[in-house]
Nanobody, 121 residues
């Protein structure tokens, strides 16, 4: 069992930045790939980024490439999502997920409660 707690969401103007954090507990963190997803109002949940257990492989969804950066600190059991040049269409609840395996193609088993990101125009 893995517990995930996100933080760092908030309200920001377009062009601004936020950094989300997700603290994990309950499992060997470095053996678990981590991911960020988001759900915008009226839309399905969508993939944002995933990072392997070692941090050596990172995948991004096309809409966030070049603007978002995922990273992790295995010593702190924490994964981050640095979001720059935010756009109104990035407004969503952002969720952290932990995978079954350390690779980014894993099944996502555990989910945090989400943190709201709102980007004003």
């Amino acid at each position: 069992q893995v517990q995930l707690v996100e933080s760092g969401g908030g309200l920001v103007q377009a062009g601004g930045s936020l950094r989300l954090s997700c603290a994990a507990s309950g499992r060997t963190f470095s053996s678990t790939a981590m991911a960020w997803f988001r759900r915008a109002p009226g839309k399905e949940r969508e993939f944002v980024a995933a990072i392997s257990g070692s941090g050596g492989t990172i995948d991004y969804a096309d809409p966030v490439k070049g603007r978002f950066t995922a990273s992790r600190d295995n010593a702190k059991n924490t994964v981050y999502l640095q979001m720059n040049n935010l756009k109104p269409e990035d407004t969503a609840v952002y969720y952290c997920a932990a995978g079954l395996r350390p690779i980014v193609t894993t099944t996502w088993l555990y989910w945090g409660q989400g943190t709201q990101v709102t980007v004003s125009s």
